[in-house]
């Protein structure tokens, strides 16, 4: 199959096993899933036949019926995003902090960019928490309300729009401490706890990446189609 002409987020969400891939290659699914593939490599330096190939592999590789989002109503959505994505930052936002903080007290003065680390998501620890508050108070509990047909008086679209913004920033920050960690590559000579805490700030910005992907290719664009249908009624 031709995947040059497809968009990032199309290829994930008719296909989500494939977020994998295109996290190992840092192609950006979410902020940037209008992206075509062709475009994404090029940008990259990737070569596109072997990206294809591979997404080929993985796609026909396949045993069992994957996750079809589009297939989901805005409610089915919000329980997994809820489910699969707000439960896994509250539960790992905690844990990361105080790894971070003992990697910084018992290695910071050989590895400087850790306290640079800890303090970029010290930053994203309070917005995201912010973020999914807005979210899980006000925005959710209307698109539910909505779907049903109750009209609630809030400006759906001001806040995707503030939403999508918060999410590009969350994609930024979780960006710089990537390039931080070198790929959160461990450095000889470190501890377990080093070790651990790099691949679970890498195992975040996958989740985060599949988060901010159903919010904004699946989700939001759903709403904005509901809150289009109510204005013709």
């Not at 090029?42 to 069992?64: F, N, P, R």
């Not at 959505?77 to 790992?92: A, D």
């Not at 290695?107 to 930053?123: A, K, S």
């Not at 995201?128 to 047909?149: R, S």
């Amino acid at each position: 199959m031709n995947y040059a002409t497809q968009t990032l987020a199309s290829i994930v969400s008719n296909h989500y096993q494939t977020a994998s891939l295109f996290e190992k290659f840092h192609l950006d699914f979410c902020c940037k899933g209008k992206q075509t593939l062709a475009s994404a490599c090029e940008q990259k330096g990737l070569d596109l036949s072997m990206v294809e190939q591979a997404l080929e592999e993985i796609i026909t590789g396949v045993k069992k019926q994957p996750l079809v989002f589009a297939n989901m109503n805005a409610e089915q959505l919000i329980q997994y995003i809820l489910t699969h994505h707000h439960f896994y930052i509250k539960q790992n936002l905690p844990q990361i902090l105080t790894y971070l903080e003992k990697i910084t007290m018992k290695h910071g003065d050989r590895f400087p960019n850790m306290q640079r680390v800890l303090t970029q998501f010290r930053e994203l620890s309070f917005e995201l928490l912010a973020h999914l508050e807005k979210e899980e108070k006000v925005l959710f509990p209307a698109i539910i309300a909505m779907e049903k047909g109750t009209k609630e008086m809030i400006p759906y679209l001001q806040i995707i729009r503030k939403m999508l913004t918060e999410h590009d920033d969350a994609g930024e920050m979780m960006e710089q401490i990537r390039i931080l960690t070198l790929d959160y590559t461990t450095p000889e000579n470190t501890c377990t706890t080093f070790q651990l805490t790099l691949m679970m700030l890498k195992d975040f910005e996958s989740n985060l990446h599949k988060h901010v992907h159903l919010e904004n290719n699946h989700l939001f664009p759903l709403t904005e189609k509901i809150v289009g249908e109510m204005a013709d009624v």
